[in-house]
C-alpha cells in the first residue's frame, strides 16, 4: 500500500489558499528593494558648479577641489582638462595649493598677471585665456569666465583692490559667454594647448 499522501484532486479550500498567499509573502519579504531618490547628473553638475563659484568667490579651500568642481560642473573632457590645467597652473605659479594662501600672496605683491616674473605672468595671462576660449556649455561659460578673471587679477585682496576684481570678473565671465556663441570649434583643442602651455611657463617661473 502506498503511504497516504496529499489528495492532487482536490480542489484548494479558502483556507489553502490563504495559507500559501501567508508563505509567498514570508517567503519574498527579503526580496524588497525600497525605491531610491536618484540625483539627476544635471543636478550633479550644477551642485559642482555652485560650489566652484562659492570656492572662487570667497578665495578659499583647496585649488584641487575647485578643479574637480568645474571638471564636474564641465561635464566634459576637454573642458575638465582645461580647468584642471589651468588651476594646477596657478598652484604653480604661487607655489602653494591654498586658495586662502594665494589670496594672501596677492594682497601683498598685486594682481597675479601684472607681478613677475615674465614667465609666471605670462602663465597666469594664457591660463585665464584657455578658461574663455574651452567654450563651456550653459552657464558653465560664466563660472569659467569668473574663474578666468579671477586668476588673472586676483580671487581676493585688500578692500580698494575689490573693484578691480569685480570688473575683472565680470569682463572674464562676458569674453567666455561671447567665446561660448562665436569661437570656432578649433577654439577648444586650442584651449587646452593653452592650458598645458601655462602650466609649462608656471614650472619654468
Do not use: C, Y
Amino acid at each position: 500500500m502506498e503511504p497516504p499522501g496529499p489528495d492532487l484532486r482536490r480542489r484548494p479550500t479558502p483556507g489553502d489558499v490563504q495559507l500559501t498567499a501567508r508563505k509567498g509573502r514570508a517567503g519574498n519579504r527579503s526580496l524588497r528593494v525600497l525605491p531610491l531618490s536618484g540625483v539627476s547628473s544635471e543636478e550633479l553638475r550644477r551642485g559642482a558648479g555652485v560650489g566652484a563659484a562659492a570656492l572662487a568667490l570667497s578665495s578659499s579651500g583647496e585649488v584641487v577641489l575647485l578643479a574637480v568642481l568645474l571638471g564636474a560642473a564641465a561635464g566634459e573632457l576637454i573642458t575638465g582638462a582645461v580647468a584642471v590645467l589651468a588651476t594646477a597652473a596657478a598652484a604653480l605659479r604661487w607655489g602653494t595649493t591654498s586658495l586662502d594662501a594665494i589670496a594672501g600672496a596677492q594682497t601683498v605683491l598685486g594682481p597675479a598677471a601684472a607681478v613677475g616674473p615674465m614667465a609666471a605672468a605670462a602663465s597666469t595671462w594664457v591660463a585665464a585665456a584657455a578658461l574663455i576660449l574651452v567654450k563651456a556649455r550653459g552657464l558653465n561659460a560664466v563660472l569659467f569666465g569668473l574663474t578666468a578673471g579671477l586668476i588673472a587679477v586676483g580671487p581676493a585682496g585688500a578692500l580698494d583692490h575689490v573693484a578691480v576684481r569685480v570688473v575683472a570678473a565680470v569682463i572674464g565671465a562676458g569674453l567666455a559667454l561671447a567665446a561660448q556663441r562665436w569661437a570656432p570649434a578649433a577654439a577648444r583643442p586650442v584651449a587646452l594647448g593653452l592650458a598645458t602651455a601655462a602650466v609649462v611657463l608656471a614650472v619654468a617661473a
